[in-house]
């Protein structure tokens, strides 16, 4: 079920499937107004803001699909998708000119319908969403989450701060005066604040891959995933190194086996 704030702007002048398609997609749950034309499309638009718009190409009344997504695009860039009865190619490739995100030819099934909606809102909150990556590390910042090799670090609200702070200046040595006034906003702050919080931040990160938060003596701190790689690296040539030892062990003669 989708939340009933995803808004669907939906404009066919055919009465049953303008119905039809206004009780399936309430239905899942979103929340739908139908408009019979779109002579007043931009006012609906500033006030319902919907989150996606299904338009027919070919209205009884007032401007056309391809008109209508034209004027759409220069208010901004909800996704749009055009259907109509039309097979015609020169029909697809003047609504796809205009603006449309997906042309769809009627009849169609609800399901691949349902498919192109979802894919669409799904791709237009991926575009709206800021995130930063560095290394294993992910930041949502528009969702206040932060990840490390897929789990959802449990931070609280000044750690995310620091953590993003330390990802947006990556592999640059940050001292304690720098950091008080990205986050804190002054210089004038105690610096234990920022050795307790690091080492809050640094305990919650450790929990799942190794230290990336290094200490400069005399200087500050800096995240460097790139040491957190060589230290893969090494792990890795260490164990192989183990696994032909033991190989050797066993084989229990004194004779040096091959791999």
Known sequence: MVGSATRILLIEDDTFMREALTLAFGADGFDVRALEHGLALEGVVKRDAPNLIILDLNLGLGPD?????RRLRTEGEVPVIVISGSTHIDDRLAAFEAGA???LVKPFSMS????RVGAL???ANHQTRRFLEVGDITIDESAHIAMR????????????????VFCR????????????????????????????HISHLRRELERHGPRVIHTVRSVGYVLQPDRYTEAMVRQTTTRRALDDVDLWIRDGEGRVSTC
Do not use: M
């Open 65 to 69: 699909g391809v008109v209508l997504t």
């Open 149 to 164: 090799a897929d789990s959802q670090l449990q931070l609280r609200h000044i750690e995310f701060q620091v953590l993003e």
């Open 112 to 115: 691949e319908l349902r498919a």
């Open 169 to 196: 200046h990556a592999g640059q040595v940050l001292s304690k005066v720098q950091i008080l006034e990205k986050v804190w906003g002054n210089a004038f702050s105690d610096v234990n604040l920022v050795e307790v």
């Open 121 to 123: 809102l799904r791709r």
């Open 101 to 103: 995100d997906d042309f």
